[in-house]
């Protein structure tokens, strides 16, 4: 097993010898070197055997060039060997992507030479004992020349366009494909020395240490840990055989097919006849899809569909996911407590409700937590399991092992309204309200956080999702009503600036892309081709002047630093109620959750690569000018980091801990 160079090293000096003089001299050996694969042969450990004249793999075996995951590029010969010896297009699938292919996949593609069931190494062993007295020459992957198909020119053109679109501004995909057309059109020595340069620009960027942040960052939310001490070293999970889903609307589908697709017997609950109908056609559609994908059979025989409530009974784990709506959801657990075994676990889908309100509808609240997913939930790797006041690690830990088990990065989160995720979400999208108040477009404003790096700007976003699930909050919050002494749209509340210009386009019945018209116009509802609405200019034009708004130049920077700035703010005062126990947690669930750019490392990474005293001094600098808007008062934490000297993100634990034990 080689899972390549140590990636803690990177930051400093590295370690052992020299990998590339060391792989040319074992291809340029005179006896024959043949690699055994076990486990895993990845990046450096693939080069290695790249280097070698002979290569058997285990069945088992998964191989693969991941570098550009960690803003890098197989700097040790590997974008120089690989295309030789698979061929330019293959090379070009494995180095820009990462992926990891299974042996019979590297049988197929001439990456290695065998594949067995038995003891690796005794074959390969035997192997070389067989090929001792054939020459060599032939088998030094260096000499080969590099199979390019004849329209080489146009295949580098589609793909680098291909790939400039998704990268969405990260550099190391780029560079991959360089360094591979350096392979297809040079000499090998030149392909090593442009190897080389490219990787040296890499190796120092800045995309480069947040990604391989973010690769521990994603390791570091296992260890999960809670206000109270449990921690994920020391509170057992229970097995969960059985679970259920109560509610089959969107959310509960997704649910649906990812507990039966990791092999899970789910009990699915719909109790309107039609919508359970529909239900069952549309999961069986996305379990079937699902399974030609992978080449396997479809999980159907899995679910067992109910009307009743009182089909749960028997279930170690139900997780709820029913409208949202507090009085709904806590007569559903009401009767789950009445009606489930004493044991099982009671799981809330809430994006953002208070757990313990539902907690304190059983008659064992320690046994409540929320596991909020992220729709779609079959696809989507987020999960937010979330602690109340009374959950038990037991809980915790057991919804924590249930989303590993469905292929989900889960993050351990303290109950608040919107937990992480949504909470820090309101600061970002009022900002973008504000910004059209003031003179933006909402073309302008996505353009600017696309360029950053999101899968989609706010207002495509909310197009996405639908502008009316807002709206019902904030109408359960009083918030989405006029003033009832004018009747006109009010600016402000609860003493706080407040921007209505959401709730208006509901009022209108645009909900976005469900009904053809939202932030942008479409085509017809269901459409996801945006285009810029005249008729939403004229009505921004008519609602500043009607609030005696005076539209201004807002620039590129601004943009970012009012979203961004806001929503990082919003996430120091997460780490200080104690709501997120880390950074990475934060980081993990903005880059699976909400697309943050990975290559960025996540909010507060980025925070830490701005430099902490330029985000305090920037929201100090728009608070001034909105004194209004407290989600722009810099937090206390935020000031005390500054004030500790900007310490590294590694370090901002400690200074959390004293924030907090002195609260
Ligand atoms: C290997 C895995 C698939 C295993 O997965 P699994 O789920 O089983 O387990 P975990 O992921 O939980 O891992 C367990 C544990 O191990 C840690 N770990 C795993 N891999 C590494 C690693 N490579 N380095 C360090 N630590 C690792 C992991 O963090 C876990 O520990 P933790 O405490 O965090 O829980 C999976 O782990 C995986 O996918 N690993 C990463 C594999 C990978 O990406 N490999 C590529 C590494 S990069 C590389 O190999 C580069 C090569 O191309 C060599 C380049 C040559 C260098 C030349 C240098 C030129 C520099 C030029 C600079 C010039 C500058 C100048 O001019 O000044």
């Not at 020119?153 to 560079?175: C, D, H, K, S």
């Not at 046994?367 to 602690?387: D, N, Q």
């Not at 970012?560 to 780490?575: A, D, Q, T, V």
């Not at 929201?619 to 590294?648: F, I, N, T």
Request: glycine share 10%; net charge positive; charged share 20%.
């Amino acid at each position: 097993m080689h899972s390549g160079a140590d990636i803690k090293e990177f930051g400093g000096q590295m370690s052992g010898p020299p990998l590339i003089p060391m792989i040319h001299a074992i291809e340029a050996a005179s006896k024959p070197v043949v690699a055994a694969i076990e486990g895993i042969a990845l990046g450096g450990g693939l080069e290695l055997a790249l280097g070698c004249h002979y290569r058997i793999a285990h069945s088992k075996a998964r191989v693969g060039l991941p570098e550009v995951t960690l803003g890098l590029l197989p700097g040790a010969g590997g974008s120089q060997r690989l295309p030789r010896l698979i061929g330019v297009p293959a090379a070009l699938d494995l180095i820009t992507t990462g992926r990891h292919v299974t042996a019979a996949e590297a049988l197929k593609f001439g990456l290695v030479d065998q594949i067995t069931d038995h003891n690796t190494v005794n074959v390969a062993v035997k192997f070389a004992q067989r090929v001792a007295d054939q020459p060599l020459d032939a088998r030094r992957i260096s000499t080969y020349p590099c199979l390019c198909p004849s329209d080489v020119a146009v295949l580098f053109e589609e793909v680098m366009q291909r790939v400039r679109r998704t990268a969405r501004g990260a550099i190391a995909p780029i560079a991959c494909v360089q360094a591979v057309r350096a392979a297809a059109t040079l000499p090998y020595n030149q392909g090593m020395e442009r190897e080389r340069e490219l990787m040296a620009t890499l190796f120092t960027s800045g995309q480069a240490r947040a990604l391989q942040y973010f690769f521990f960052a994603q390791r570091a939310v296992g260890r999960w840990s809670m206000p109270s001490g449990a921690r994920w070293d020391t509170s057992k999970p229970r097995p969960v055989h059985k679970a259920a889903v109560i509610g089959l609307g969107t959310m509960g589908r997704g649910i649906t097919v990812a507990l039966a697709q990791a092999g899970f017997s789910v009990v699915a609950v719909e109790t309107q006849e039609k919508q359970l109908m529909e239900a069952k056609q549309a999961i069986s559609g996305m379990l079937e899809r699902g399974a030609k994908r992978r080449g396997v059979a479809p999980a159907l025989d899995k679910i067992n569909y109910g009307r009743n409530i009182q089909s749960v009974a028997d279930v170690d784990l139900v997780i709820e996911a029913v409208f949202e709506d507090m009085a709904l959801k806590k007569k559903v657990f009401q009767q789950l407590s009445a009606v489930c075994k004493p044991s099982t676990f009671l799981c809330s889908n809430t994006s953002g409700l208070d757990i313990d309100q539902l907690a304190c509808q059983t008659r064992n609240p320690e046994l409540v937590v929320g596991m909020h997913f992220f729709a779609p939930a079959h696809v989507m790797k987020l999960l937010e399991v979330v602690y109340g006041p009374k959950s038990s690690p037991l809980a915790v830990a057991t919804a924590m092992q249930l989303g590993k088990k469905i292929g989900k990065v889960s993050v351990a989160v303290g109950n608040c309204r919107g937990f992480v995720g949504n909470r820090m979400l309101k600061p970002y999208l009022e900002q973008a309200l504000f910004l059209l108040e003031e003179g933006a477009t909402p073309e302008f404003v996505d353009q600017v956080l696309e360029e950053f790096g999101f899968a989609m700007g706010v207002f495509r976003m909310s197009d996405l999702s639908g502008l009316d699930v807002g709206w019902k909050v904030r109408m359960a919050d009083g918030l989405a009503m006029p003033d009832p002494t004018t009747g006109q749209p009010t600016r402000l509340r609860q003493g706080r600036r407040y921007s209505p210009l959401g709730d208006l386009l509901c009022e209108q019945g645009r909900f976005g892309q469900k009904t053809g018209r939202g932030w942008y116009q479409y085509d017809k509802p269901g459409s996801q081709v945006a285009k810029p609405d005249p008729w939403l200019h004229s009505f921004l034009d008519e609602y500043r002047a009607r609030h005696a708004l005076v539209a201004h130049r807002i620039d590129h920077q601004e943009v970012l630093e009012r979203c961004l700035y806001s929503m990082i703010n919003e996430g120091f005062r997460i780490l200080e109620d104690g709501i997120a126990a880390g950074p990475e947690d934060i980081d993990v669930i903005y880059v699976f959750g909400y697309s943050w750019p990975r290559h960025h490392g996540g909010p507060m990474f980025y925070a830490a690569t701005v430099g902490l005293n330029k985000v305090l001094e920037r929201l100090e600098h728009y608070y001034q000018a909105h004194p209004d808007v407290p989600s722009l008062q810099p937090c206390h934490l935020l000031r005390k980091l500054v004030a500790s000297g900007s310490p590294p993100i590694q370090k901002w634990r400690e200074v959390i801990k004293k924030v907090r034990s002195q609260l």
